[in-house]
């Protein structure tokens, strides 16, 4: 009984680490990243995921509109945004 132990205890530690070091850090981050997306607003410097650089114009359910450059407009689903750069301050 005890070798049967002894001999399934490094695969449960391995298990055991492998969470710790890969499955929770991600599900974190994942965490984190569906948080910013939900608390987006009117006005924040954002980035998306392809790189555009822009300000949220307006914010919907599942879409923001990102004001770029010289006045441009463009609509993308809130999951394209990767991070917010600056917070916006709603006047």
Do not use: C
Request: proline share 2%; aromatic share 6%.
């Amino acid at each position: 009984m005890n070798a049967a132990i002894a001999n399934l205890l490094p695969i449960i530690l391995f298990f055991v680490i492998f969470y710790f070091l890969l499955l929770r850090p991600q599900q974190k981050r994942q965490r984190a990243v569906q948080q910013m997306q939900a608390n987006l607003k009117k006005g924040d410097k954002i980035i998306t995921i392809g790189g555009l650089h822009g300000i949220i114009d307006s914010v919907d359910e599942d879409k923001v509109v990102i004001r770029a450059g010289d006045g441009t407009r463009l609509t993308y689903d809130r999951s394209a945004v990767r991070e917010v750069v600056a917070e916006g301050n709603n006047k």
